[in-house]
């Protein structure tokens, strides 16, 4: 994380990037778009919605 903020800072107004976080597994299973990851079946649904906005304040496609 410090080499990533040393070496990309970060426009005024921009968040924080992250390194953190799992972005690739192999051999993982191929899911639809909209399919669930819970293979329990615990818990309860939860729908997350946001923006992406750039420095200015307009949208991200």
Same mark, same amino acid.
């Given at each position: *994380?410090?080499?990533?903020?040393?070496?990309?800072?970060?426009?005024?107004?921009?968040?924080?990037?992250?390194?953190?976080?799992?972005?690739?597994?192999? %051999?993982?299973?191929?899911?639809?778009?909209?399919?669930?990851?819970?293979? %329990?079946?615990?818990?309860?649904? *939860?729908?997350?919605?946001?923006?992406?906005?750039?420095?200015?304040?307009?949208?991200?496609?």
């Amino acid at each position: *994380m410090l080499v990533d903020a040393i070496n990309n800072p970060k426009p005024s107004g921009a968040s924080e990037s992250t390194v953190l976080g799992h972005f690739h597994l192999a %051999d993982a299973p191929e899911l639809k778009m909209g399919s669930g990851i819970c293979h %329990d079946q615990k818990g309860e649904p *939860m729908l997350v919605v946001g923006r992406i906005l750039d420095t200015q304040g307009n949208p991200v496609a």
